[in-house]
């Protein structure tokens, strides 16, 4: 049986039209792309509308207007190109009763109305409020999505499992829970162990990038990614999502007296001892290794009785007393 043409639409015959299709990655119901696009096509053959561009935004919630083919759609509706958006629903416009409100004032304008491909929204005072109410349900299970996916997430938390978040020396197990990356987790642990020795920060992340290593986005370390490394209690087993904490909730790389250590000296903005001798005069801090217990070895001063300077490397195990 033929598909009634929706009066909306029967006055659109000849007119030249582009296609609006978004998904967001959140609701696993939502139709994809392709099929919004394909219906789309359908309906705008079925009216006699000539579509010329297509406009789409991948994983990007109606909520928000801050979608880039979206505004382009509307700056181009300025230029006088076409007279019809057609969208597959009324929530792929939009979630958001202002927005939608706003942005269909300001296409209307521009000579431009708005058409949905599987809502019939008839003309006069009564597709007003038909259009108004699907607005609203719209933004209604939105929110409602929102709220359950916020739920859902703090449940995870609850049991310490990484709700996606990357940090450098874990990955995420089959529990969905933090497991160690056995191969970053020993870098995370240099970069805390050549701190607390007094290695400058600019020469770790100068010898971080040099040996390949990346952040967990897979961009160079600088100075911010390196503090923020030295700054997460993550590395101590304390694991953190929002409101939620959970002591001992995540294995820890750094033990708790070296980080402690490292936030005195952080907290001081110094790098001590660091200011006590001349990197140049130490070239090989970061670079030596003890051939006893493997940790690393860094630039020391002392004055014997003579009153003469000396300088050697010591094992950082051997600073700290641990033997």
């Known amino acids: 049986m033929a598909k009634r043409i929706p009066a909306a639409a029967s006055d659109c015959d000849g007119m030249i039209g582009v296609i609006y299709a978004r998904y967001s990655s959140h609701s696993q119901r939502e139709e994809s792309i392709?099929?919004?696009?394909?219906?789309?096509?359908?309906?705008?053959?079925?009216?006699?509308?000539?579509?010329?561009?297509?406009?789409?935004?991948?994983?990007?919630?109606?909520?928000?207007?801050?979608?880039?083919?979206?505004?382009?759609?509307?700056?181009?509706?300025?230029?006088?190109?076409?007279?019809?958006?057609?969208?597959?629903?009324?929530?792929?416009?939009?979630?958001?009763?202002?927005?939608?409100?706003?942005?269909?004032?300001?296409?209307?304008?521009?000579?431009?109305?708005?058409?949905?491909?599987k809502e019939t929204i008839p003309d006069g005072p009564e597709g007003i409020i038909l259009e108004s109410v699907l607005e609203g349900y719209a933004e209604y299970y939105s929110?409602?999505?929102?709220?359950?996916?916020?739920?859902?997430?703090?449940?995870?938390?609850?049991?310490?499992?990484?709700?996606?978040?990357?940090?450098?020396?874990?990955?995420?197990?089959?529990?969905?829970?933090?497991?160690?990356?056995?191969?970053?987790?020993?870098?995370?642990?240099?970069?805390?162990?050549?701190?607390?020795?007094?290695?400058?920060?600019?020469?770790?992340?100068d010898d971080l990038n040099v040996r390949g290593f990346r952040t967990t986005r897979g961009f160079a370390f600088n100075k911010n990614s390196v503090t923020r490394i030295l700054r997460n209690r993550k590395y101590i087993g304390e694991y953190s999502w929002g409101d939620v904490t959970v002591p001992g909730g995540m294995p820890q790389i750094v033990p708790l007296p070296l980080f402690d250590s490292v936030q005195r000296k952080l907290d001081r903005g110094s790098r001590a001892p660091a200011h006590k001798w001349k990197v140049a005069d130490y070239i090989l801090t970061s670079k030596l290794f003890c051939g006893h217990c493997g940790e690393l070895m860094v630039g020391r001063a002392g004055t014997g009785k003579s009153g003469k300077k000396y300088d050697y490397y010591a094992c950082v195990n051997r600073t700290r007393r641990h033997g």
């Open 34 to 117: 392709e099929d919004q696009l394909r219906e789309c096509h359908e309906f705008a053959a079925r009216n006699n509308i000539k579509i010329i561009a297509e406009y789409t935004d991948s994983a990007l919630t109606g909520r928000t207007d801050s979608r880039p083919d979206f505004q382009k759609m509307i700056r181009d509706s300025a230029r006088g190109k076409f007279q019809v958006v057609v969208t597959y629903k009324v929530d792929r416009f939009a979630r958001d009763r202002y927005d939608s409100a706003i942005y269909k004032a300001k296409l209307r304008k521009n000579g431009v109305r708005v058409l949905y491909a």
């Open 143 to 205: 929110a409602a999505l929102s709220q359950n996916i916020l739920r859902g997430l703090e449940g995870n938390a609850m049991k310490c499992k990484t709700n996606g978040v990357q940090v450098l020396g874990y990955y995420t197990g089959e529990d969905g829970c933090y497991e160690i990356d056995p191969d970053y987790a020993s870098v995370v642990l240099s970069i805390f162990q050549k701190y607390d020795a007094g290695v400058p920060q600019k020469e770790i992340i």
